[in-house]
């Protein structure tokens, strides 16, 4: 399996890739399905065990999958 935060830090920084076209779902307690999806345009940093977004800090054992370009890149 991928390294979660390889994954984002490839698409953050490889040219061929666009994080804003990333879709990140990870679990969210107490929104629909406890699963929450946002946008990589919203990802403000890439911690060593989170993420910072523009509304939240998310850790990574939430994240469950990314889709890039209707591509499952990342998946547990």
Not at 2 to 10: I, S, Y
Not at 38 to 55: A, D, L, R, Y
Request: aromatic share 12%.
């Amino acid at each position: 399996m991928p390294n979660l935060r390889n994954v984002l830090n490839e698409l953050k920084w490889r040219k061929k890739f666009n994080l804003e076209e990333a879709r990140i779902w990870y679990v969210h307690r107490g929104a629909p399905n406890d699963t929450k999806i946002i946008s990589g345009k919203e990802i403000v940093s890439i911690g060593h065990s989170f993420m910072e977004t523009t509304t939240a800090m998310i850790p990574y054992h939430r994240i469950f999958k990314i889709i890039y370009k209707g591509e499952i890149i990342f998946k547990r």
